[in-house]
């Protein structure tokens, strides 16, 4: 039941160039933005797209796989945990950011 617990899976397209930063420690971290789609049909009885963005980070050999296979454009599978941040911007603010720690990314489809 564990593995239950802050468990998130997203279907989607990459929809930037992912970047990849190298840390001082040799690990690697890859950061992008998946587009996820949801279809409804409206009061006209018309077909609805509504696309939510998720910004996703994958460390280590997950990062290795984004940086030597996934591409803007191409459909994949995440797997991982939610991660919410807070920091506080220019005007005092604060500001919070919900992040996709991925876990695992299992490229789908073709190559773009």
Same mark, same amino acid.
């Given at each position: 039941?564990? %593995?239950?617990?802050?468990?998130?899976?997203?279907? #989607?397209?990459?929809?930037?160039? +992912?970047?990849?930063?190298?840390?001082?420690? #040799?690990?690697?971290? *890859?950061?992008?933005?998946? *587009?996820?789609?949801?279809?409804?049909?409206?009061?006209? #009885?018309? @077909?609805? @797209?509504? /696309?939510?963005?998720?910004?996703?980070?994958?460390?280590?050999? /997950? *990062?290795? &796989? &984004?940086?030597?296979? *996934? %591409?803007?454009? %191409?459909?994949? #599978? &995440?797997?991982? !945990?939610? !991660?919410?941040?807070?920091? =506080?911007?220019?005007?005092?603010?604060? %500001?919070?950011?919900?992040? &996709?720690?991925?876990? =695992?990314?299992?490229?789908?489809?073709? @190559? +773009?």
């Amino acid at each position: 039941m564990s %593995r239950l617990r802050n468990h998130v899976q997203l279907i #989607g397209n990459i929809g930037d160039v +992912p970047s990849i930063t190298n840390l001082e420690s #040799g690990k690697k971290v *890859a950061r992008f933005h998946l *587009a996820t789609n949801d279809y409804y049909k409206n009061s006209n #009885g018309e @077909k609805v @797209k509504n /696309t939510d963005w998720h910004t996703v980070i994958a460390w280590g050999k /997950t *990062a290795e &796989v &984004v940086e030597n296979y *996934a %591409r803007k454009g %191409r459909e994949v #599978g &995440v797997v991982g !945990k939610l !991660k919410t941040r807070s920091y =506080e911007a220019a005007d005092g603010n604060a %500001r919070y950011i919900t992040e &996709v720690i991925a876990e =695992e990314i299992l490229l789908l489809g073709s @190559k +773009p």
